[in-house]
């Protein structure tokens, strides 16, 4: 079963909810028990989270390599090539967290 804080928004997989949230220590009273739908859409989302966080980490790792090759700026073709990688991470990552917090705003968090 899984239950949410209504003060954070933090979720705690268990039968029954915990004595005080982990993430802003409010008491049990302040936790709710999810409905079956809901968990669901937590659980079957869990796995395309994490591998949107991952693209966002690899994105980001791009961006990073492009800089550094932007700043060794051997040639202009090379440094064109990296200021286009530079952008493509930049859109890369933010679809995936546009994603991200689609999944958030219909509960599949």
Known sequence: ???KCSVCGYLHEG???PDFCPKCGSPKEKF???SEEDAKKVYTSDRTND???AIIGYAMEIFE???EGIEINLDPN???VFKKACNEAW???QRSKAELAGHMSKGKW
């Open 15 to 17: 039968n029954e909810a």
């Open 32 to 34: 709710s028990a999810l």
């Open 1 to 3: 079963m899984l239950w």
């Open 65 to 67: 390599l492009a800089q």
């Open 91 to 93: 859109v890369i990552k």
């Open 78 to 80: 090379c440094v064109d």
């Open 51 to 53: 591998i949107h966080m």
